[in-house]
């Protein structure tokens, strides 16, 4: 069973970029047919899907977010990165990194724990 | 985009009871609709994929149906355990979206 980890700052000031590492443990990224995400959670609100990386580093963002968002991936590293320029306070949220289920079902089968960013 | 509209946005329901939770698509597609169950602090868990297949492990109380633009979870005889918020999600195409989440307290 793959283990997912976020990590990053929990503090980014305003109209700056947002950085977050997902580290992968149990399972390679490496030339597995998984999407690789990233949803957050804002303060007492839903989930919301920011955007998917594939291994091949292949990627789908939200439209209301592309330009702003960067989904990368370093099979190196058994890791893929988000990163979110120009934040603002609507984008602090609890950030998830998860893994769909595979076989061509891409619900979300495995997730980190989150963790919270705010802009402020 | 396939929004995901969900149903109720909460509802009050006692042990033992039947929970009956709705998504509403858009637009039609087959099966590729998943639900969550997410509690205070914690990552969602996914409950059942591909509209109707049960995640192992996950108690067969838990019950998802629908195909087109209508989705389904129903939660028989609700255990106290099974107070949370839960999500469905479109898993058919991109952009993937949920639904608003339904909360089933007490």
């Known amino acids: 069973q793959p283990q997912l980890q976020e990590s990053g700052p929990g503090l980014v000031k305003p109209w700056e970029t947002l950085s977050l590492i997902c580290s992968v443990s149990g399972g390679s990224i490496g030339g597995s047919y998984y999407y690789w995400n990233w949803i957050r959670q804002r303060p007492g609100k839903g989930l919301e899907w920011i955007g998917s990386v594939y291994y091949t580093g292949s990627t789908y963002y939200k439209p209301s977010l592309e330009g702003r968002v960067t989904i990368s991936v370093d099979t190196s590293k058994n890791q893929f990165s988000l990163k979110m320029t120009s934040v603002t306070a609507a984008d602090t949220a609890v950030y998830y990194c998860?893994?769909?289920?595979?076989?061509?079902?891409?619900?979300?089968?495995?997730w980190g724990q989150g963790t919270l960013v705010t802009v402020s | 985009d396939i929004q995901m509209t969900q149903s109720p946005p909460s509802v009050s329901a006692s042990v033992g009871d039947t929970v009956t939770i709705t998504c509403r698509a858009t637009h039609g597609f087959y099966n590729w609709v998943a639900w969550y169950q997410q509690k205070p602090g914690k990552a969602p868990k996914i409950l059942i994929y591909a509209a109707s297949t049960l995640q192992t492990g996950v108690p067969s109380r838990f019950r998802g149906s629908g195909s087109g633009t209508e989705f389904t979870l129903t939660i028989t005889g609700l255990q106290p355990e099974d107070f949370a918020t839960y999500y469905c999600?479109?898993?058919?195409?991109?952009?993937?979206?949920f639904g608003q989440g339904t909360r089933v307290d007490i």
């Open positions: 999600q479109q898993a058919d195409t991109f952009p993937r979206t």
């Open positions: 998860a893994r769909d289920l595979g076989a061509n079902d891409f619900s979300f089968e495995h």
